[in-house]
């Protein structure tokens, strides 16, 4: 049988309230003590089997790290290399699969996280990455189930791009995996994009090596439960808990590696493209290497922009889980004709933040991930303190004596060039620089070359040529550019996520155009009735 199949068009996942007293509320917190209660174990799975090696390491929650919820075993070498037999064994019949057979799973894997799977994969998210029940619920939740369904959908629409034809001539393309096995190097901060790394590869046709930050490894064990349940074949995902350092170097030196997909620090993965680079001539084939990295995510401020939208731009853009988002607000432009009025507001708004557990759903503030965060973080936040060149007008508390808190962090840089101007910090950070209000045109080029990085910014004003003259200046300097909004919350299939320069190769999470990076064309033409003499009319 066969026949043209289509798949519905998808809406974004709705995100769900947690009003207080609510249905929903009420779930998900039951779920969330019934997992803080007890302590899982997280094995690593190679070949649709759980390998539980024996060398256990705690899993403890960032907001109480004398608490533990779980323990993960560690992998080795050999791991690796049974990972590898494992991926490439099952690729001759996934790859082989009908794509609307692919379809299927994934579609039901969004079926799944929207229902029965939606409280685990926001309570594992809360308790493992330390996040409050709204930035779970729209990561864990509704970009998951977002990636899931509108990748399917750009997946059709890569399909059905076909050539031209010409008279006496029949064109098609077909759109192959991967020849080999590809590696998923994901993040601890957002669980829908570490799932998303490995599931747009695989359902290209692709069988992957996943390796979660070992601080995601609590909701990573839930990703690979839903897999088991929405069908997914063995062998076809692949997760490990290995030697980060090793287990790269291992991957590629391999001749079947075939791409990578990564999100992580800038430095990580330029030594990625090196390695790759100097192991060139070992592949069969040229690996895909695709990175979202590194942000130093700016919002500039015309002098007509809007006070209290500014100032709540600043606030949640900064300091939404913790500052701990590559797309975060981390410098900000300010007109000296708006400082004293949006620094009061910025000040008011953060009074009013609760710190604490994700249990407690009025706790704004959670937790930043562990404590080699915490004493970067705290480092950046001392020298300022020390520093004649900039001054700590809002928070600076640290405390690890139970969890990893920094209160919300606010710097005021007299040098736009200081460190915490330029530097990623990943942790609740906010620096600012005042201007004059005649010196607008001049913040361009500071915003512009400061900074190696080029992922996402934004520009308030209420004056069209003001926003207009920022868009066209700044066009390089971000991937994604907001207009009077903050530089964070990207929508799956709304704003294709990804930046340039040192923040990556910018690929575009959430579009068709990050899925076609992981097929290979392959261009048929037929011909119907050959010719049956080499002269040409020119011949005469």
């Known amino acids: 049988m066969s026949g043209i199949f289509r798949v519905p068009k998808p809406q974004n996942e709705p995100a769900k309230a947690y009003a207080p007293d609510s249905k929903e509320k009420k779930s998900l917190l039951k779920v969330y003590e019934e997992l803080y209660s007890q302590i899982i174990e997280v094995p690593q799975y190679i070949g649709g089997e759980k390998i539980f090696s024996g060398e256990k390491i705690e899993i403890r929650p960032p907001h109480n790290h004398q608490h533990i919820v779980g323990i993960y075993h560690k992998g080795t070498l050999k791991d690796v290399d049974r990972a590898i037999v494992s ?84 064109n098609r393309s077909e759109y192959r995996p991967l020849e080999g096995f590809t590696y998923a190097v994901t993040p601890f901060n957002f669980t829908s994009i570490s799932m998303n790394l490995a599931a747009s590869m695989a359902l290209m046709g692709n069988v ?80 895909r290497i695709v990175g979202e990295t590194g942000g130093k995510d700016f919002i500039l401020a ?76 705290k480092g950046y936040i001392e020298r300022a303190e020390a520093s004649q060149e900039a001054e700590i007008i809002i928070g600076g508390q640290c405390n690890d004596s139970t969890g990893y808190f920094i209160y919300p962090t606010v710097i005021l840089a007299k040098n736009p060039h200081y460190e915490s101007m330029i530097e990623e910090i990943f942790g609740p950070v906010l620096s600012v620089y005042v201007y004059e209000d005649e010196k607008w045109e001049e913040m361009f080029e500071l915003i512009d070359t400061s900074t190696e990085y080029s992922l996402t910014g934004s520009v308030f004003a209420q004056d069209r040529y003001a926003i207009a003259q920022a868009t066209e200046a700044l066009k390089n300097a971000s991937g994604n550019f907001y207009i009077n909004d903050k530089p964070t919350g990207a929508v799956v299939g709304q704003q294709p996520f990804g930046g340039a320069r040192a923040s ?37």
């Open 87 to 170: 991926a490439l064994t099952a690729r001759k019949e996934w790859a082989a699969l009908a794509w609307e057979q692919r379809a299927s799973i994934f579609l039901k894997a969004a079926d799944l996280a929207a229902g029965k799977y939606r409280d685990m994969l926001n309570a594992s998210t809360m308790i493992g990455q330390s996040k409050n029940v709204f930035q779970a619920e729209v990561d864990s939740a509704c970009e998951l189930i977002d990636f899931l369904r509108f990748n399917t959908y750009f997946m059709t629409q890569i399909y059905s791009e076909q050539p031209l034809f010409s008279e006496g001539v029949l």
């Open 208 to 287: 992957v090596i996943w390796k979660p930050s070992h601080t995601q490894v609590y909701s990573a064990k839930v990703i690979m439960d839903l897999w088991e349940e929405a069908g997914l074949p063995k062998g076809v995902i692949n997760m490990i808990l290995t030697d980060s350092a090793e287990t790269s170097q291992k991957i590629f030196a391999h001749p079947d590696f075939a791409g990578v997909h990564f999100t992580g620090s800038t430095r990580v993965f330029q030594s990625f493209w090196s390695e790759i680079g100097s192991n060139i001539q070992k592949y069969k084939t040229y690996p």
């Open 302 to 377: 015309h002098p007509s922009a809007e006070p209290d939208a500014l100032a709540t731009g600043l606030v949640r853009g900064a300091f939404e889980y913790q500052g701990q988002k590559c797309s975060a607000a981390s410098r900000a432009y300010i007109p000296v004709s708006l400082w004293n009025t949006v620094m009061q507001k910025m000040k008011d708004m953060i009074s009013e933040f609760q710190i604490g557990t994700p249990a407690d759903t009025s706790n704004f503030i959670n937790a930043v991930i562990d404590k080699k965060a915490f004493d970067k973080i």
């Open 504 to 540: 990556g190769t910018n690929d575009k999470a959430g579009s068709a155009q990050n899925l076609l990076r992981w097929t290979s064309v392959r261009s048929i033409k037929e011909t119907l009735v050959p010719s049956t003499d080499y002269k040409y009319p020119f011949l005469g």
